[in-house]
Structure formats: C-alpha cells, structure tokens
C-alpha cells in the first residue's frame, strides 16, 4: 500500500497543505469579521459566498482547465486563493470579503477538479477505492488540523492570514515538481434536477436539505462558539468536533445503508439530527466538555447523510449516469449549502446563537416528513440490485468523483488531448512542426556537407571556428 501511495504522494501532499489553510480561514473568518463588528447576517452572506463561489466552479473550473490545461489551471486557482486570503486583513469590509469568498470558492472546486482526475489517472481498478479514500481522509484531517491551528493566534492581527495565504502557496509546489502523467479526462457538469428527481426523488431533496444544515453548521460553529462565551482556541476546537464526528461516522453508516432500505437510515440520521439539535437549541449548555460532545455527536448524526443519499441516488441510476448523478447531487447539496448560513444567521440574529440549531432541527423534520411519504409511494430495491457503499465516491468535497473509470466516449467527458490547452507544444514534446528556424538550421548543415564530403550528418564538425 504504501509503494501505491507513493506514486501520488505529491498530490496527496498538496491537498493537505491547501485544505490546512482553508480549514484556518473556515474557523478564522466567522470569529475575525464578529471582532470586526459584522452583523450576523453580513457574517452568514459572507460564508454563503463561499459555496456560491463553490457552485459556479463546478460549472465554470472545467473551462478554464479545458482552456490552460491541467498545470496551468492548477497554479492560477492556488496562486488566487492564496491571493484571496491575503486581502481579508487589507479590505476589512463585508462586501469585498463577500467577493473575496466566492473567488475562493470557486478556485477550490478548481483545485479539487484537477488533482481528483490527477488521482484517478494514477488509479487503477483494483486501487482505485484505496487512494480515492486515502485522499479523502487526508482532506478531512487536514481540515481539522487547520481550524485547531488557530489556537494561540491572535485574530485580530495579520498573522493567521498570513499563514493562511502561506500555506495554500506552498501547495503548488508539490504538483509542480511532480514527474506524474498528466491528468485523465474531466467532465462537463449537467445538472437535470427533474431526471435526477425521477430516478430518486429522496436523493435530490435529502441532498438539498442536507446542504442546508450541514453548510450552516460547517461555517458558522466557529461563530456559535464565540457567541456562548468560548474563547478563540475553543470555538476551533468545537467547530473540529463536527468533522471529527462525521469521519467517525461515515464509514460505520455507509455500510449499515448497505444492508438495509438507504431511506431508512436517511430517515433515521434526520431524526437523530433533529433531536440532538433540538436538545442543543433548548438546554443551551456552556460547559465547553458538554458543548464539544454534544458537537461530535451533531457530526455523527448529520454528516453522513450526503453519501447515504447519492449511494440510493447511484442504486437506481445506470454506471453510465454516475457522473451525471454525483454531479447534480453534488449541485443541489451546493445550492443548499448557500442558503444555510445566511438562513441561520438570520435565526441567530433573531434568537440567539440558538437558532443555528434551530435552523438544523427544523431542516431535518421536513427531511424526515419527506422520506417518510416516498416510503409509502416506493417500495425498496432489491439487495443484490443495490451498489455498495464507496467512500470516496460519496464523500462531499468540491467536485465529483465516480466510482466507475470514466468513459471518454461519453458525452459529457473530454479527454486531455481535446482541450484547447494542449494544442500547446509544451504538452507535445515529440512534434512533427517544421518551422522556418528548423529549416534554415538544415539548410546549412546541407551546405556545410557539400564542403566537407567526409563529415556526415552522424558526425558534424565541431570546428569552432
């Protein structure tokens, strides 16, 4: 295994370093604009920005990598959001940190885009699971690691940007000193909500809702942290409890949903949620071992939920409409994500650090009414028709990964050698273009063998003259 991760670990490397500064910026932008005097509501615009960013990079990363290339794509979305991160302190203002998060956002779903084929292309079949999966967990870990970070820094100085912007740079390294192949094929996002809804009304719908309350909790426990009296270093560390929940949980979850009706454990997940969420929002606690708890198990409950609804999604879909699926799966959980914090913040603003809670609660019940009417209108699929839980596959990160090899001949994947980008003679070492440099060059080695008939083209003078 570990001659088989070696051959990626320049990616893997990368990823890490890159999701080290964001899981910093995630924790230090709700906790730095609440010192700045934003108002919840500017708060939760600006983390929703962040997923709008995220949407249109899904829609709009392919063209630009289908434009520069895979290199040339990569080290403009990194070189910007390391750019990106260093302007927060420069312009302290709601609006500009509003456009700044959706420039981020959409350069880390480029970012994710790239090394994704960049790991598919060094996968095989028979790996293909164990190194999208390593890649996953390092992404969540790495998240983690970067919001507890924040922990002895002071927020109101220049120093957590900097190491923020820091350490999203030093990720261009790895990639751009690693002799790897160039990427595989990407796709082209379709995102068709009513086939999507006719194949798996549950899916689509959970996955919104889900993109609702997860988004809202990802970018605003920091706040809610600050809010019932945590310093700096515990709202990071509760905010980290959520993930850590949730890698705790997905893998346990996943391969219960394998056994039994998936619906049945999205049901059971809201309710869980709903509760948990509930008992948060009403007892309120403040002892900060209570609240972390209490966070981990709001992450065990909640976030699985994604891969358990694009798993029943891939149940009713045909292999070649995998891409299809996880793409507007992960389109809807986006559109939901946008709308989360900014609806939470609005409850914050109206009830207190509660309504974030609130807002996770009430969200699940309507998923929760919901499932229960399409087990009523749909009986369960078949065991042995089911498709087995894949970890990667399912994970909620910026992009879409299929758990089948792409298909270049399908409609909506382009293989490398399409894109414009590689028309580029840096991508074609071996290239029949004769240009008049070339023909020149020939014409006097033509002439200088006329001179000399003993030299020949296997031995040219070396006369210096």
Known sequence: MAQMLASVSALLISVALLILGHGLQSTLLPLAASNADFSDLQIGAISSAY????????????????????????????SLMSAAAILHPIAVDPVAWFAIRIISGFCLAGFYMIVESWLN?????????????????????????GQVSISGMDITSFIPFAIASVTVSLAVIPVALTSANQPAPITLVRFRPIKLYRNSPAALVGALLIGVANGAIWSLSPLYGSQIGFSTNESAVYAAAVIAGGMLSQWPVGRLSDRMDRRLVLLMLGVATSVVATGVAVLAPQDFQTATALAMLIGICSQPGYAIAVSHAFDYADSEDFVETSSGLLLAFGLGSVAGPISASILMNQTGPSGLYVLVAVVNVVMVVFILTRLFARSAIDPEEKFDFEYAATAQVGTVMSPEP??????????????PAYDDEIYNAETDTITEEVVAYEDLEDAAAEEEPGKTEDAPSSDKG
């Open 51 to 78: 997923f709008i960013g995220l949407v249109l990079g899904c829609l709009g990363a392919p063209l630009v990598i289908m434009r520069a290339g895979h290199i040339r794509a990569y080290a403009a979305v990194v």
């Open 406 to 419: 792409l298909d270049v001949d399908a409609p909506n994947v382009i293989p490398p050698e399409e894109f």
């Open 121 to 145: 292309e060094s996968a095989t079949n028979e790996n293909r699971g164990t190194i999208m999966s390593t890649y996953v967990v390092i992404l969540f870990a790495a998240m983690m690691v």
